[in-house]
Nanobody
Framework: QVQLIESGGGLVQAGGSLKLSCVAS????????MGWFRQAPGKEREFVAG????????CYADSVKDRFTISGDYPKNTLYLQMNILKTEDTAVYFC??????????????????????WGQGTQVTVSS
């Protein structure tokens, strides 16, 4: 099990930037990949970005590609999401998520919500026009 705590959400004007952080706590030796999801009011939780455990391979939703960047600081067990050129439609609660992997699946980047086992409590991002 991985415990996740997000931070960095807030209110920003359209066109602005925001950087989210997620600190992960897990047992030593745990192998897990991570991702960001978001959920707007009345909508399903959707994939935003993911990163693999081995190699740092990344994948993005089409709606955020070229605007958002996912990265990880492994010594600090921290995941980041740099969000640029924010749009009002990016307004949502953003969740950090983790999924256990093995040596054989460690290079993959998953967009599937059901692949992720552990979730943070979420951080609100509001983009005003």
């Amino acid at each position: 099990q991985v415990q996740l705590i997000e931070s960095g959400g807030g209110l920003v004007q359209a066109g602005g930037s925001l950087k989210l952080s997620c600190v992960a706590s897990a047992r030593t030796g745990s192998k897990y990949a991570m991702g960001w999801f978001r959920q707007a009011p009345g909508k399903e939780r959707e994939f935003v970005a993911g990163i693999s455990w081995i190699g740092g391979n990344t994948c993005y939703a089409d709606s955020v590609k070229d605007r958002f960047t996912i990265s990880g600081d492994y010594p600090k067990n921290t995941l980041y999401l740099q969000m640029n050129i924010l749009k009002t439609e990016d307004t949502a609660v953003y969740f950090c998520a983790a999924r256990m992997v093995t040596w054989s699946t460690g290079r993959s980047c998953s967009k599937a919500r059901d692949d992720y086992n552990d979730w943070g409590q979420g951080t609100q991002v509001t983009v005003s026009s």
